[in-house]
């Protein structure tokens, strides 16, 4: 459902929130590790990730990613998902076709749209802090 560097993307920033919420910045390497992506890769995802400021990135020697303490809880997983993939999952056709609408659906149109509704919502009112939480907490996992 998500571009694969939208799916690193939200790994990389709830790791980047947990570790700040801890006092800890982490590096483009420690990031590419936790998350199971090629560091290059990762970096291209976290320039985007700096550029609609949703983290921070600090130089230097004990430079690395960082997010504000008081952001963790105000960012949703939403403006990551647009940050990388833009607004296509909310609006893209089910089955991938160039044309479907409510004047021209696809077989699978108004199931899908229910599930797009439901993945909106989902994005929409789920922030980091829960999130980097349940890592903390070990009830979640950001890999194997």
């Given at each position: 459902m998500f571009s694969k560097?939208?799916?690193?993307?939200?790994?990389?920033?709830?790791?980047?929130a947990?570790?700040?919420?801890?006092?800890?910045?982490?590096?483009p390497k420690?990031?590419?590790?936790e998350i199971n992506s090629p560091q290059a890769f990762t970096a291209k995802i976290l320039q985007?990730?700096?550029k609609n400021n949703l983290i921070k990135s600090v130089q230097g020697a004990y430079g690395g990613f960082e997010i504000d303490?008081?952001?963790?809880?105000?960012i949703k997983l939403a403006?990551?998902?647009?940050?990388?993939?833009?607004?296509s999952i909310y609006i893209g056709c089910g089955l991938g076709?160039?044309?479907?609408?409510?004047?021209?659906?696809?077989?699978?149109?108004d199931k899908f749209k229910e599930i797009r509704e439901g993945l909106r919502a989902l994005l929409?009112?789920?922030?980091?802090?829960?999130?980097?939480?349940?890592?903390?907490?070990?009830?979640?996992f950001l890999k194997v």
């Open positions: 560097a939208c799916e690193y993307g939200i790994r990389a920033t709830i790791f980047i947990k570790n700040s919420a801890e006092g800890k910045r982490v590096s420690e990031i590419s590790e985007a990730l700096v303490k008081n952001k963790i809880s105000k403006q990551i998902v647009n940050a990388i993939d833009g607004d076709l160039d044309k479907c609408d409510e004047n021209h659906p696809c077989p699978v149109h929409e009112n789920t922030n980091l802090e829960e999130l980097a939480l349940n890592i903390k907490k070990g009830v979640a």
